[in-house]
């Protein structure tokens, strides 16, 4: 018997229930709005049922209606018209366009790297694509405890007499080695593994982020740093004391406990960190990497701090029994947030595409002292258009002058250069809030919890499991 739950909302959070597979609709859903509730139950099988309160990427109720129809048709394909037809797009309050499977690549050839971390290394890397010919249509790259990964799409013109024909898959091995020794010359003194693959265009969409976290997942970024830090149970008790400590708090610090609930043979991890887009997805990303199934799962958020609590096993189906395993698993999961964490300066770049224009571009910065944490690169149309992160090459803050000097630069390269803002709205300053429980009624379906067994300790899912009673009434049961 499987079944759907969820907590009440307030009218500005809409509700979002979609009979189908949680994972694909939790990727979509990150790029196109921003949860403030979900309950899932499981969200592991392909047929399940999930319930997702969400808002904007700009913190506000949802106001247009073509959305829950374009999640709908780019997840299933029969909804669309004619059956298996063209996936659909949409686009964002924040104006990006958007569409199911990541960028359209088949037409690009992929290079993807794994290295140590340091000052003009995309400089480094961009100049040997240019200097053979090769253009980057679109790409990103993280960084994350002194290692950096990337996944760039590559075109390079064909030669006149030969337009129909791609390259060679010679040529590409030639780049990837000329990558691999840029990236080895500081390597090979220092002893700092790196990887470096391309690969030649293959038919199909790839999504950019997934791909990065499982290749900083297998370069192993989460070694490096401090053991993860126990969560705070109160917080996990949604009341006004645990909110008003989430407002009060100047730096909301990602944290880790898992605890063992042998009576059920599930693993309980506990997650509180600062609130911020995609942050669901990310989390998700880290414990598929691990493979780990997960069995149920509540979501929800105060004010800048996000609660996640999930019950999983191994696909194995052992659960994180040893010590060892489970530092571990938190710290994979503290890397997952980690990485998309938002630090240094954001700027926001436009141009028109040519070859050669992010080269020129990330030699600017090198010249000015200046590294980079993140970056998203993307085509549309004819005009070039990319999201950086900005640090000093020491890591710290980078003063105005410095961002006055390098916009002064770009622009007489014809590069618009602006510094840009967080979102306004994001995070959403209203609190969600549980109301007290329904005492006239038990529960029509009884949780994971409710079943007269010891568990550990009070969850923010046995708050919510608690109001299963109504909503399972007008969901019902679904039979497996």
């Known amino acids: 018997m499987k079944y759907v739950s969820g907590p009440y909302f307030e009218p500005d959070f809409d509700p979002l229930l979609y009979r189908f597979g949680t994972p694909g609709l939790i990727a979509l859903t990150a790029t196109v709005c921003c949860w403030k509730w979900c309950s899932c139950s499981p969200i592991s099988t392909s047929s399940s049922p999930s319930l997702f309160h969400v808002t904007d990427q700009m913190g506000r109720k949802l106001t247009d209606p073509s959305l829950p129809e374009f999640i709908q048709r780019a997840l299933v394909p029969c909804q669309r018209p004619g059956g298996?037809?063209?996936?659909?797009?949409?686009?964002?309050?924040?104006g990006n366009v958007v569409g199911p499977g990541g960028p359209d690549v088949s037409d690009c050839a992929a290079l993807e790297f794994t290295v140590h971390d340091r000052p003009g290394l995309l400089s480094s890397i961009t100049q040997v694509l240019a200097d053979n010919g090769c253009h980057i249509a679109s790409g990103q790259a993280w960084t994350h405890s002194g290692r950096a990964a990337g996944v760039f799409?590559?075109?390079?013109?064909?030669?006149?007499?030969?337009?129909?024909?791609?390259?060679?898959?010679?040529?590409?091995?030639?780049?990837?080695?000329?990558?691999?020794?840029?990236?080895?010359?500081?390597?090979?003194?220092?002893?700092?593994?790196?990887?470096?693959?391309?690969?030649?265009?293959?038919?199909?969409?790839?999504?950019?982020?997934?791909?990065?976290?499982?290749?900083?997942?297998?370069?192993?970024?989460?070694?490096?740093?401090?053991?993860?830090?126990?969560?705070d149970e109160e917080h996990f008790s949604m009341g006004d004391k645990a909110a008003t400590t989430a407002r009060?708090?100047?730096?909301?610090?990602?944290?880790?406990?898992?605890?063992?609930?042998?009576?059920?043979?599930?693993?309980?991890?506990?997650?509180?960190?600062?609130?911020?887009?995609k942050l669901l997805f990310d989390t998700v990303c880290a414990l598929t990497d691990m493979h780990y199934v997960v069995f149920h799962a509540t979501v929800g958020s105060q004010g800048p701090l996000a609660i996640q609590e999930y019950y999983i096993r191994h696909k194995d189906g052992r659960t994180v029994d040893s010590n060892a395993e489970r530092q571990k698993v938190s710290r994979c999961l503290v890397a997952a947030v980690e990485r998309r964490a938002s630090h240094g300066a954001k700027v926001e770049v436009r141009a028109a595409d040519r070859s050669g224009l992010l080269s020129d571009f990330t030699r600017m910065l090198r010249e000015h002292g200046l590294s980079l944490l993140r970056v998203e690169l993307m085509r549309r149309k004819d005009e070039a258009v990319g999201t950086f992160y900005l640090v000093t090459d020491a890591g710290g803050e980078v003063r105005a002058d410095a961002l006055h000097a390098v916009r002064?630069?770009?622009?007489?390269?014809?590069?618009?250069?602006?510094?840009?803002?967080?979102?306004?709205?994001?995070?959403?300053?209203?609190?969600?809030?549980?109301?007290?429980?329904?005492?006239?009624?038990?529960?029509?379906?009884?949780?994971?919890?409710?079943?007269?067994?010891?568990?550990?300790?009070?969850?923010?899912?046995?708050?919510?499991?608690?109001?299963l009673g109504k909503l399972s009434n007008n969901f019902g049961y679904i039979r497996s």
Not at 84 to 94: A, E, K, M, Q, Y
Request: glycine fraction near 6%.
């Open 153 to 231: 799409y590559i075109t390079t013109p064909a030669p006149a007499e030969a337009a129909a024909a791609p390259p060679p898959p010679s040529r590409w091995e030639h780049i990837e080695g000329l990558v691999d020794a840029v990236m080895g010359a500081r390597e090979k003194l220092t002893g700092e593994r790196h990887w470096v693959c391309m690969s030649a265009p293959v038919e199909g969409r790839v999504h950019t982020e997934r791909r990065l976290h499982q290749l900083m997942h297998d370069d192993r970024d989460y070694e490096s740093g401090p053991a993860a830090t126990p969560v």
């Open 408 to 467: 002064a630069r770009v622009g007489k390269m014809g590069i618009s250069f602006e510094v840009a803002k967080d979102a306004p709205g994001w995070p959403p300053v209203r609190k969600t809030s549980v109301p007290a429980p329904p005492t006239e009624e038990a529960p029509a379906v009884a949780p994971p919890a409710a079943q007269g067994q010891e568990r550990p300790r009070s969850t923010l899912g046995s708050l919510l499991w608690s109001h």
């Open 84 to 94: 298996n037809g063209p996936s659909p797009r949409f686009t964002t309050c924040l």
């Open 248 to 277: 009060l708090s100047r730096r909301v610090e990602t944290r880790v406990s898992i605890e063992s609930w042998e009576e059920r043979g599930y693993a309980v991890v506990k997650m509180t960190s600062r609130d911020r887009p």
